[in-house]
């Protein structure tokens, strides 16, 4: 069988050109715009004074986050996505500017970066004393296309995908989710484990391009006082 050819003539395991920036905009106290290919999402981090009725008098923070993908971010127009939902500490919002496939997996990468930029805001006006992140948290998406596993789908990949899968992990390889779906035929526990393992290999370079665009790392186990 014919290797599949890709689009930027990626090998199976390569991913697409990854790049984030952090404090893109000047009101939030975190924000960060993640490109992935031709993918791109922005990521506002908003602190408020408040957190929802079960956590009030326990010390505790809230962080809750929502995704919507602008109206022309895909190949046709999509409908306006409204509501909100009400009461927290930080909220986390990404927005999707252009679509070309992993755009959940890019909006979580970039909001972990937004987030972490936020505390450090805190940290800079003294409301906290240091960053409260034990870990990072990073996403990537993977496939079988043509019975292939491939890493990183781009829309043309994914469209005709025949299993796909977006992996959530911390800087610890610790799993926070695994969404798959098999497209056609149903597919091994060995072929889903094989997914994932090459879905890690990823999440770490895309850890390492999280850490070099925060300057900072995470420490094992500690909260981290950002310089």
Same mark, same amino acid.
């Given at each position: 069988?014919? /290797? ?18 952090? +404090? ?8 960060? &715009? ?25 010390? /505790?923070?809230?962080? *809750? ?8 971010? *895909? ?16 909220? &986390? ?9 992993? #755009? ?29 992140? &034990? ?5 990537? +998406? ?6 292939? $596993? $491939?890493?990183? &789908? ?40 094989? $997914? ?16 070099? #665009?925060?300057?900072? *790392? ?7 006082? #950002?310089?």
């Amino acid at each position: 069988m014919d /290797k599949i050819i890709r689009n930027g003539s990626r090998g199976p395991d390569e991913l697409r050109s990854w790049n984030i920036t952090r +404090s893109v905009l000047h009101h939030a106290e975190g924000s960060a &715009l993640i490109e992935a290919g031709k993918t791109k999402v922005i990521c506002a981090a908003s602190v408020e004074d408040k957190v929802p009725q079960f956590l009030k008098n326990t010390g /505790k923070g809230w962080v *809750t986050a929502e995704y919507s993908m602008l109206p022309r971010s *895909t190949h046709i127009r999509s409908p306006r996505e409204r509501g909100r939902v009400g009461g927290r500490t930080i909220t &986390l919002d990404c927005d999707v500017i252009q679509a070309d496939g992993g #755009t959940r997996v890019a909006s979580i990468t970039a909001a972990w970066v937004a987030l972490h930029a936020a505390f450090e805001a805190l940290v800079r006006t003294g409301e906290i004393s240091a960053v409260p992140l &034990l870990d990072s948290v990073a996403a990537v +998406s993977v496939g079988v296309v043509e019975n292939e $596993l $491939l890493l990183d &789908l781009d829309y043309d990949e994914d469209s005709i995908a025949e299993v796909d899968m977006n992996v959530v992990m911390t800087g610890r390889k610790k799993l926070v989710e695994v969404q798959a779906t098999a497209e056609g035929a149903p597919f091994s526990l060995s072929r889903m484990n094989s $997914l994932i393992r090459l879905a890690q290999a990823g999440i770490e370079t895309i850890r390492q391009i999280q850490m070099r #665009t925060l300057n900072s *790392t995470i420490k094992s186990g500690k909260p981290q006082q #950002t310089p």
